[in-house]
């Protein structure tokens, strides 16, 4: 073999086949090295820390682990769009300190409101309609709104490692699904387009809808009726319910993701892997932890990814791009 690759080269001007890095987005740093090392260490067979592919179920956090967390959750920056757009409809709005702190992009009032405020949001822009008119709703604020930082759509913002680190993993044998504390349905709406990952394998808060007949079918209207937040110590709670595995890996970026970590790590079948990304690059994305600008604190988390030996991600350092410069030229 050897001899005709050298004859060809020599003769024929050849080049022998060089297979493309599947992690090219990342610096050959530990981080990339231990995501190679566990993935080839499960999918050997006969070692023992091989894993069946029927068992190979990992899980993925969305914001800030997918694509950003900050300034706003995305999802939060269409519940503000949204409040915008239909505001005309509603006259009475305007007689409401949190509605006129929204058409004002008075986000301290906002963010004042706490949970009580953004339920209250949240039921005037994720209730009330059927499921194919929310589906439209956020296809079309993706089609027309773009993030102000980098000015790019927000369904172009899947960090280009991870989504390249979701195709290494399927392309061995996974199963990748997401566990968000994002909307269920607003999720679904782009996580086949921008990761490859199905409708049914998108799992986060979500709240009861209401069957029922209509002239032209049937439908199902979204309610805020057992409303379910999926962040903390539910993701396990919801994985246990929707998936009905434990994973073998988990990747997040926040305390909210502590407990979906600490679940992954506790399969006692299999030698697990866990992953948080670190945000630490001001220049490319943002650098934050104890005092994030979003939701996404790291205080727990950290030390115990140290003491439990779960990979650490430093962005700034072990990422050669954040955004694929193909979707998003970062101005």
């Known amino acids: 073999m050897k001899k005709t690759l050298l004859a060809c080269t020599l003769m024929l001007g050849c080049t ?97 409101a706490g949970d009580k405020g953004l339920m209250k949001l949240l039921a005037m822009t994720h209730s009330g309609m059927t499921t194919e008119d929310f589906e ?43 566990i968000s504390g994002g909307g269920i349905d607003f999720m679904r709406v782009m996580s086949q387009k921008m990761y490859g990952i199905p409708p049914e394998q998108v799992v986060g808060s979500f709240a009861l809808g209401e069957f029922s007949l209509t002239d032209n079918g049937t439908q199902i209207r979204k309610t805020m009726t057992g409303a379910f937040n999926d962040d903390a110590a539910n993701k396990p709670v919801a994985i246990h319910l929707f998936m009905g595995h434990r994973p073998v890996a988990a990747f997040g970026n926040s305390d909210g993701d502590l407990q979906m970590l600490q679940y992954t790590a506790a399969n006692p079948d299999y030698k697990t892997f866990g992953l948080i990304v670190h945000h630490t690059d001001a220049t490319r994305e943002y650098a934050y932890d104890s005092h994030p600008p979003a939701s996404g604190k790291l205080e727990a988390a950290l030390p115990e990814a140290k003491a439990k030996g779960w990979t650490v991600v430093d962005m700034k350092q072990d990422w050669k791009t954040v955004f694929d410069p193909a979707q998003c030229a970062v101005k």
């Open 16 to 112: 022998p086949l060089v297979h493309a890095d599947p992690l090219s987005a990342w610096n050959d740093t530990a981080a990339k090295q231990s995501i190679v090392q566990w993935v080839q260490n499960s999918t050997k067979q006969g070692s023992t820390t091989f894993i069946p592919e029927d068992k190979r179920y990992v899980v993925f956090d969305n914001d800030g682990t997918l694509w950003p967390e900050a300034p706003l959750t995305f999802q939060i920056q269409f519940i503000l769009d949204e409040v915008k757009r239909q505001a005309p409809e509603h006259p009475d709005w305007k007689k409401d300190p949190l509605i006129n702190a929204v058409l004002n992009n008075d986000l301290k009032t906002v963010v004042k």
């Open 136 to 178: 439209q709703r956020v296809a079309s604020w993706l089609d027309s709104h773009k993030d102000a930082r980098t000015g790019c759509r927000y369904d172009q913002l899947g960090y280009q490692p991870m989504r390249q680190l979701l195709d290494y993993l399927r392309e061995n044998g996974f199963k990748t699904w997401i």
